[in-house]
């Protein structure tokens, strides 16, 4: 069970890794003009970034919201 939880932890930094890494490289790229979309295009690749963007603050809120083993305290 313990390979199964460390594989499961694996997959998931890896995939949160690549998402937000190829994410920001999407963004940087829209925002300094080295990827060009046609004029109809335009609101259909805003609400995909805006999806995109949405997807990433799910990752982060996943990652920071996880329950983590806390300390026993000792009983008097």
């Known amino acids: 069970m313990f390979v199964t939880r460390k594989v499961i932890a694996s997959a998931q930094l890896v995939l949160s890794v690549l998402f937000i890494g190829v994410y920001f ?4 790229d829209f925002i300094h003009g080295q990827i ?5 295009w335009k609101d259909t690749i805003q609400a995909l970034l805006s999806v995109l963007t949405a997807s990433v603050l799910t990752i982060i809120n996943f990652w920071f919201s996880r329950s983590r083993p806390q ?4 009983h008097p």
């Not at 300390?71 to 000792?74: A, G, S, V």
């Open 36 to 40: 060009s979309v046609p004029v109809e």
């Open 25 to 28: 490289y999407t963004l940087h």
């Open 71 to 74: 300390d026993q305290q000792e």
